[in-house]
């Protein structure tokens, strides 16, 4: 296992890609992890022990790795992917952690051809209200299902696209994670409902409770635990929020918008 990515580099040290590099750490101590992400944002992974060096270039931070590990906003990660596809190694496995996978991994089909690395879709289905590497935990995906995507790569030869997947299966299985295989529709369509329906609820919840709050400070100051937990999600970042909206409106207009 250690052998096979041995050599990681994690493209965004926010709170996924840092737990990712910190689980990653912590059951394979031989790789070596790099990142990739602002200048402050890497600062803080050395300091966490997350990564053991900061590479701002692109281009070194990809090449030479075993696996490449895409932790960024959606919008973001599709901008990067061609850019990747030129930049990794042939026997590198790229994913990304993507909380849609349509729209990911049509880009991935494209740039990911014969004779480039083999791009794997994932979204592990784990995470905090709270963002960044403070927030980064080994443990975040213990006990979690993680999605990986069918067909994301069709180039690579059989025999070698499926040991390649096999490892990556057998590594996010010894950091604590169900590996939970589906094609992109079907994990856009259960995302929607089981992940981005209770966040827009959250987030409409806390527009109300803000608009009918007067002076006096009501009604926020009888609100109890049941409406902190409730709006709890609202917390998340609107720069993840709105990408993942914006790469499943199909979903949305089909089934719940008339």
């Not at 994913?95 to 729209?103: E, F, L, M, V």
């Not at 690579?156 to 094609?183: C, S, T, Y």
């Not at 929607?192 to 527009?207: M, T």
Request: glycine share 8%; proline share 5%; aromatic share 6%.
């Amino acid at each position: 296992m250690a052998a096979a990515f041995r050599r990681v580099a994690i493209i965004g040290t926010g709170l996924i890609g840092g737990s990712f590099a910190l689980a990653l750490r912590k059951s394979f101590p031989d790789s070596i992890v790099v990142g990739w992400d602002k200048t402050d944002v890497l600062r803080q992974a050395l300091e966490r022990g997350a990564i053991q060096e900061a590479i701002p270039d692109f281009a070194r931070a990809v090449g030479g790795r075993d696996l490449i590990y895409v932790a960024l906003p959606v919008g973001h990660t599709i901008e990067l992917l061609p850019e990747i596809a030129r930049l990794a190694p042939p026997n590198a496995l790229v994913t990304d952690a993507c909380s849609t996978k349509r729209t990911v991994c049509t880009v991935a089909a494209e740039s990911f051809r014969d004779g480039n690395a083999l791009f794997l879709g994932g979204h592990p289905m784990a995470g905090k209200e709270i963002s960044g590497i403070a927030a980064a935990d080994a443990n975040l995906f213990r006990g979690s299902k993680y999605a990986l995507i069918r067909d994301s790569s069709k180039d690579k030869p059989a025999k070698e696209r499926e040991a390649r997947l096999a490892e990556f299966v057998a590594l996010i299985q010894k950091i604590g994670a169900e590996p939970f295989w589906l094609h992109a529709g079907a994990h856009d369509r259960a995302a929607a409902v089981v992940s981005h329906l209770p966040q827009l609820l959250s987030v409409a919840l806390a527009g109300v409770v803000r608009s009918q709050t007067d002076e006096t400070g009501l009604p926020v100051t009888l609100a109890g635990r049941g409406l902190r937990d409730a709006l709890r999600l609202a917390g998340s970042p609107y720069s993840v929020w709105r990408d993942i909206i914006l790469t499943n409106s199909e979903i949305w207009n089909a089934h719940w918008i008339k």
